[in-house]
């Protein structure tokens, strides 16, 4: 009896080793509250505005809306026991909340993504807003929430200044302005002329938004240590065509700017960028930040054609991927 008496509580101490202060819900999700307001529950069908990180069991960061920039708005709606919308109906508007989700009971058979290492997917949840469904017909529904968003991405675009200067300072960067709004900053005099339109200019860069998180880079030791996703490409310096409106605006201003061998970070605004539409990674109204070393500057003039073919022996341009508007 003694000896049994002794495993249980053997096992009682392991098992609040693993939850670690979570406790137990349904279909095998943990949960540990931060913030718990009174008000009604979440329920499928709701609309919930929240701001989300998600990490895996070694607490490496996968994504976060605090990095993103922007809160994420979406229509709550289990579709597997135990995942994160089941989650999400534990708690109500103001909660915070972190829960820790089995990955085999949400993959269901599917493979696993490589990032998701260890038995759980941790979510850091802040629910900032929700509209219930209620008996709301679906167009009242439907106008309500999105005069909500709208007034967010209003509130965002309204703010977009004030970002850009914070960044400034919190940067301490000795900045200029363009008349159109591009800001920049050269942290080291190259030598030769600018960079002019009808210019190839070739440039190793790396992009991030404002709160600090890379999107993109030419430069293999920033993309591993930003953690970007695998890409085929290979990261050798790029060759873009200034003044031919194959980039986004603030890179064709910013370029003439800088000489060979210059550095120099651009701040970019939205309208400069992907303005009010965003794409697929940034959202819209983001300002982005860009460090920028000019490797070499090829003039038009200088560019041998072998009379015998008419071409010329550069390789291919290679636009970079975040200055394509």
């Not at 993103?68 to 708005?73: P, Y």
Request: glycine share 8%; charged share 20%.
């Amino acid at each position: 009896m003694r000896k049994e008496l002794m495993f249980l509580v053997l096992t009682a101490i392991a098992l609040a080793g693993c939850t670690n202060g979570y406790k137990q819900g349904d279909n095998g999700i943990l949960y540990k509250t931060y913030i718990d307001k009174a008000g009604p529950k979440i329920k499928d069908g709701d609309f919930v505005y929240a701001n989300i990180i998600v990490k895996n069991d070694a607490d490496s960061l996968i994504q976060s809306t605090y990095a993103d920039g922007n809160a994420e708005g979406m229509i709550v709606q289990s579709q597997i026991k135990g995942d994160i919308f089941s989650a999400m109906k534990l708690l109500t508007e103001g909660d915070s909340a972190s829960f820790k989700l089995p990955v085999d009971s949400i993959s269901k058979g599917r493979p696993v993504p490589s990032m998701f290492k260890g038995k759980f997917i941790v979510y850091e949840v802040k629910i900032e807003k929700v509209i219930p469904k209620k008996d709301l017909g679906e167009h009242e529904f439907q106008t309500k929430f999105q005069t909500f968003l709208m007034f967010q991405q209003l509130a965002i675009k309204n703010g977009e200044p004030d970002r850009i200067k914070r960044y400034i300072a919190d940067n301490k960067l000795n900045t200029a302005k363009t008349d159109s709004g591009l800001y920049y900053a050269i942290t080291k005099q190259g030598l030769g002329p600018l960079a002019a339109k009808g210019d190839t200019v070739v440039v190793n860069y790396t992009g991030s938004l404002l709160t600090g998180k890379v999107f993109d880079t030419s430069i293999k030791e920033e993309a591993i240590k930003a953690k970007l996703p695998y890409s085929a490409s290979p990261y050798v310096p790029v060759r873009i065509p200034v003044g031919q409106h194959m980039v986004m605006p603030g890179w064709d201003q910013g370029l003439l700017l800088l000489n060979k061998g210059a550095e120099a970070t651009f701040i970019i605004p939205s309208k400069l960028a992907y303005g009010e539409q965003g794409n697929k990674t940034i959202s819209p109204f983001t300002p982005l930040a860009f460090t920028i070393e000019v490797v070499d500057i090829i003039h038009p003039k200088l560019v041998a054609v072998d009379p015998a073919t008419q071409t010329s022996p550069l390789p291919p341009v290679k636009i970079v991927k975040p200055g394509k508007k």
